[in-house]
């Protein structure tokens, strides 16, 4: 579809040209619960210490008024206003996530477009196409590199992050595709992010959300004033790829293979239970097999969790340190903590990783009873499957199967997450508002940060 030769100047014509009416309505429609999912923890993530720094830190820089930030009276610089947002949504592990990347879009696409939408003040349908090129963006740069980037200790949302929300944010300010080009290539150049908050519960992770929008808005405004960034920073000798992947090999044809035909962005899948993604299917099994054996932390004797390589070194190993998470962050990254958890409770929600549920003898000596076993077979796949074992011996096993999107699970959760924050009258008048409305606008975000109490 594109005449370009490099793949920037191939996504800044596609970029340039897209208009809402060529967006397919099957894509469309996901877009209100992005916006709902993101804004809901946005709302919860201004509570904890994390949101409440970075917004300390925001205040003491202040600077000219362009965007709402939440809990905030007054606006700031549209990209303080994303590094804040960036690193509330995110600050609890609990957003949208790309399965063959573990790349976490909305919490760098949505802040973004927010802050350019407010600043410039833009259509509703323009909104909707920058977060729909956002996740576009998002979903192709992580799927070329798979799993490589976390294989390699780095955060690939840190890596992709930036050049996703240089372009969101190029959208919106309707830059020329020359200047697309060069935000993309400055974005590009702040890449980055060590897993190395995986050792101590650091909150750097959360930072490498956060820091990648704001520095996608910088980007993209230096460039429309002219700032020059490079081309090749997706392919050649001295692109990103080579850099963080050190010489393997990648396919630079397929980054940009059928756009503007073929979504890719649609395939983030949204999160229903705090905690990392893979371990998500495994819960999802564990309470189908517990509910319809009438099953329960008093009655189960032993779980065991056949899963792949790269997930058991995210979610399983080193095995010590995930029977007794210490931190909230350490909380979302445990296969057999979050298990435990699910035996006893009904409703998976943030207080699965609150100190008093990290606390609880039962929970803990549960924990204890979750094995794992490695299937090199599954490569990069999920997969996987789950047993579990009653005191009776009888043995009840399931499938990992991906899950989809549920509405009512992703409206349920922005109830549970925002009604201890802003009441439960006003999350459901919130949510009414959003689904009644003909158009996704940016301007019921803004109108539910307002609410905050």
Not at 262 to 267: E, F, I, P, Q, V
Not at 387 to 404: H, P
Request: glycine share 8%; hydrophobic share 40%.
């Amino acid at each position: 579809m594109t005449k370009s030769a490099t793949i920037p100047g191939q996504f800044a014509e596609w970029c340039g040209s897209l208009s809402y009416n060529q967006i397919p309505q099957n894509i469309l429609a996901t877009l209100p619960f992005r916006l709902l999912d993101t804004t809901g923890l946005i709302l919860t993530g201004m509570h904890t210490p994390a949101g409440k720094i970075a917004l300390d830190f925001v205040q003491s820089h202040q600077g000219i008024a362009q965007s709402t930030v939440c809990n905030y009276t007054k606006r700031l610089p549209a990209s303080s206003a994303a590094l804040v947002h960036g690193i509330a949504a995110h600050c609890r592990d609990y957003d949208d996530t790309f399965l063959d990347s573990l790349v976490h879009p909305g919490s760098i696409v949505i802040p973004t477009a927010l802050a350019i939408a407010e600043k410039e003040n833009v259509s509703s349908e323009d909104f909707a196409s920058s977060v729909i090129v956002g996740y576009e963006i998002a979903a192709r740069l992580g799927s070329v590199a798979s799993l490589r980037f976390h294989a390699r200790n780095l955060h690939p949302t840190g890596i992709i992050g930036p050049i996703a929300a240089a372009v969101t944010a190029a959208y919106l300010l309707k830059l020329k595709e020359e200047q697309i080009i060069w935000a993309m290539g400055l974005a590009a150049s702040m890449s980055g992010g060590l897993r190395a908050f995986a050792v101590d519960g650091g909150w750097s992770k959360w930072l490498h959300v956060g820091w990648a929008a704001h520095g996608g808005i910088v980007a993209a405004e230096m460039a429309s004033r002219g700032f020059r960034g490079p081309e090749y920073i997706l392919e050649g000798n001295h692109d990103l790829y080579s850099a963080f992947l050190h010489g393997e090999t990648i396919n630079p044809k397929e980054i940009n293979n059928e756009l503007g035909s073929s979504w890719k962005g649609n395939t983030a899948l949204f999160k229903y239970y705090p905690c990392a993604f893979v371990i998500q299917p495994f819960l999802d099994a564990f309470l189908f097999i517990k509910k319809k054996h009438g099953l329960n932390g008093g009655n189960i004797k032993k779980v065991k969790c056949t899963i792949a390589p790269w997930a058991a070194d995210i979610v399983c190993e080193p095995r010590l340190p995930k029977l007794t998470p210490k931190t909230e962050l350490s909380a979302t990254g445990s296969l057999p903590y979050q298990i435990a958890v699910s035996a006893f409770e009904e409703n998976i929600g943030l207080s699965a990783i609150g100190l008093q549920m990290r606390e609880r003898r039962d929970i803990l000596e549960f924990a204890s009873r979750v094995t794992h076993c490695i299937e090199p077979k599954l490569k990069s796949n999920l997969g996987g499957k789950i047993c579990v074992q009653n005191l009776k011996g009888d043995q009840f096993e399931k499938k990992i199967a991906e899950m989809e999107l549920e509405k009512e699970k992703v409206e349920q959760k922005f109830l549970n997450n925002v009604t201890p924050i802003i009441g439960k009258e006003r999350a459901i008048i919130g949510l009414s508002e959003l689904f009644n409305s003909d158009k996704v606008d940016w301007r019921w975000a803004l109108k539910q940060f307002s609410n905050f109490a």
